[in-house]
């Protein structure tokens, strides 16, 4: 049973475009979302988290939406850059979950110059 | 501050050895989460420890173990292992205050059984 799906596997812009990153979730007990962005031979690193109780939280060239009624998100990267060519993974948090994290499968973004 | 930091990077055992992977945390971070990542199975979390306790398992066979020490840093060990065992192990660690923050991962243990 998947529970958080990334039905993208790649994506390919032009360097200056905006990139869209989108994310399914199944569990309505999930509360808290994160995105994060893995390089090859490396672990994944955070890039932007929102709360169930939003619905839009931004970082710099990074915002992140939220639909609950949808149960779906979205990654925006504006203006995207060749440094942003990496691999992004969705992931979800339930309050009763510690730690626990579930991931999407991710998707593979190729930002050209 | 230092990062996650995970021992060996590269490990290469055949089927049937049992293998430990060491990871220590971010300072100051009491919880301590695995995970592994194949590439048919996307990134499955194995266990998270807190204050040298077990708190969360998910679902993996018994030959998969950890334990956490004093210090937060943890170790995770795998017995009998299978070819199937072959993947990145990735640990994560967050501080576990009292709202819900973010974990930080370190860069893998990349273990490849023959």
């Known amino acids: 049973d998947q529970q958080v799906k990334q039905n993208s596997p790649s994506l390919s812009v032009q360097e200056g475009r905006i990139s869209i990153l989108n994310c399914d979730y199944t569990?309505?007990?999930?509360?808290?979302f994160l995105w994060y962005k893995k390089y090859p031979a490396e672990g994944p690193t955070f890039l932007i988290s929102?709360?169930?109780?939003?619905d839009k939280n931004e970082d710099g060239r990074f915002t992140v939406f939220l639909n609950k009624s949808a149960k779906h998100l979205s990654l925006h990267i504006v203006p995207s850059q060749p440094g942003d060519s990496a691999v992004y993974f969705c992931a979800a948090r339930s309050g009763s979950s510690g730690s626990r994290l579930t991931f999407g499968e991710g998707t593979q973004l190729t930002v050209n110059p | 501050k230092a990062g996650v930091t995970q021992t060996p990077r590269y490990l290469i055992k055949t089927r049937g050895q049992q293998v430990t992977l060491s990871c220590s945390p971010i300072?100051?971070?009491?919880?301590v989460s695995w995970y592994q990542q194949t590439p048919g199975q996307g990134l499955q979390f194995l266990f998270e420890y807190f204050s040298e306790t077990q708190r969360n398992k998910g679902n993996f066979p018994g030959r998969f173990s950890g334990r956490q020490f004093s210090n937060s840093r943890s170790e995770m060990n795998v017995s009998t292992l299978e070819l199937g065992d072959s993947a990145l192990y990735l640990c994560a660690s967050r501080f576990a205050g009292s709202s819900y923050n973010e974990q930080f991962f370190g860069p893998g243990t990349r273990l490849t059984v023959l």
């Open positions: 929102i709360s169930s109780i939003k």
């Open positions: 569990n309505s007990m999930f509360d808290y």
């Open positions: 300072s100051g971070h009491r919880s």
